[in-house]
């Protein structure tokens, strides 16, 4: 523990504005049913306001490098010096962040909606690769499976006061729009503050190559990897997709209490987020990372015996599973840079970019398949296997 307090003492700016944009995070988990909900729209429509998030945050992920590389440019041009070029990318984002939560609030519109669902997901996801990158900056692969920890519990953080705010003003829109545009000026600020402080992108001769293409040489590890990042992310975001759709459908459970009810995972994350270093050191992070999916699926299943104590249950499972899984998957990025550190934000990008490819095919056919299938327990049944399925590809990168 003193390891990890040691990374949150150097990079408290850092982990804290994690806090803040997984409060955007947060709200994005439950676009569909939200705007199904409160905005009365159809399941397939809030579905398409949820892909446009998706998508944004796909387009996103795939431009961080260059988002970044115009960034630096734009410091050059005004003769002012590349030191602050990483801070100030990290404070116009979280400025755009705070001006789309505003336009929420302004708007009542369904196109409207989706144009600015598009907008949250790239500011969104340009956020993430840059903010992993500078977290991992330095760290050696054991000090990254700490930092990992670390970060997830500051997610976790911010989307437990993101679903706190919901459930207590699911009805009152405007005021939980206001409220996080209102708290996305705080990173905007601590940024300012922060734009002298150095990074791994400020010294030249560490200077990313800016592209609109992933620099990878696709290795068999670097494919196994990516399969298992777009699978397991496709079902755990069954979780804000068909999951509450089918606890609503069977059990009447409505956005409010689904809110409520996923602080369970919140709690789950927060106290037992550092269980899987611990863990990890024993069993090893490809056997770790695997045992997480296959738990995060069957615990999303489990919902399937129809009782409500089950349905408590079933958070806490498929939880576990998602501390595992999520609090591992990341850590690859540093496996496979730490012999060349400048790659990291390129590795980081296509984690996110495959990560958001889940979270936005994922609902979108999982939605489908619910609306379709005469039998809903069918949908439930398929992402079970897909999770086990999808656990072949760790034990793979054991051998590799």
């Known amino acids: 523990m003193k390891n990890e307090l040691r990374l949150l003492k150097n990079n408290w700016v850092d982990y804290f504005s994690v806090v803040i944009f997984a409060l955007g995070s947060g709200f994005v988990l439950l676009l569909q049913i939200y705007f199904h909900e409160v905005f009365h729209y159809s399941v397939l429509q809030a579905a398409i306001i949820l892909g446009a998030a998706g998508s944004g ?16 440019h734009l410091f050059h041009a005004y003769k002012v010096t590349a030191r602050s070029a990483t801070r100030c990318s990290l404070m116009l ?62 997610l976790n953080l911010g989307v ?34 922060q734009l002298t402080k150095h990074s791994i992108f400020d010294s030249d001769d ?34 804000i997709s068909v999951y509450p759709m089918y606890l609503h459908d069977y059990y009447g459970i409505d956005t409010a209490l689904f809110g409520r009810l996923m602080l369970i995972n919140i709690f789950m994350v927060l106290a037992f987020q550092f269980v899987a270093p611990l ?20 615990g999303i299943g489990m919902v399937l015996f129809h009782s409500f104590s089950i349905v408590i249950l079933s958070f806490v499972i498929w939880s576990i599973g998602e501390i595992f899984y999520l609090g591992m998957i990341t850590v690859y990025i540093k496996m496979f840079s730490i012999n060349d550190p400048q790659k990291s934000l390129i590795y980081s990008s296509y984690y996110f970019f495959l990560f958001y490819l889940g979270k936005t095919l994922g609902p979108i056919l999982g939605s489908l398949a619910y609306v379709h299938l005469q039998d809903k327990n069918i949908a439930l049944i398929v992402i079970i296997i897909i999770g086990l399925l999808g656990m072949l590809p760790f034990l793979w990168l054991r051998d590799t």
């Open 93 to 154: 984002l979280s400025a755009a962040t705070t001006i789309l939560f505003i336009l929420f609030t302004m708007n009542s519109y369904y196109l409207p909606f989706v144009f600015i669902s598009f907008l949250l997901g790239i500011t969104l996801s340009l956020f993430y690769p840059i903010i992993q990158s500078v977290l991992f900056e330095n760290l050696s692969v054991s000090q990254a499976v700490a930092a990992s920890s670390l970060k997830r519990l500051a």
């Open 279 to 298: 863990v990890e050191r024993k069993l090893g992070i490809h056997f770790i990372s695997a045992l997480g999916m296959g738990i995060m699926s069957v």
């Open 57 to 72: 945050q796909l387009i996103g992920s795939f431009c961080a490098n260059f988002y970044l590389k115009l960034i630096k």
């Open 160 to 193: 437990g006061v993101s679903l706190t705010l919901i459930s207590f003003v699911t009805h009152h829109p405007k005021i939980l729009f206001l409220s996080i545009a209102c708290l996305m000026l705080i990173p905007t600020l601590l940024f300012l503050s």
């Open 206 to 239: 560490k200077t990313i190559k800016a592209s609109n293409k992933f620099s990878l040489k696709f290795s068999k590890p670097i494919i196994l990897w990516g399969i298992t990042i777009f699978l397991g992310t496709a079902i755990f975001f069954q979780t």
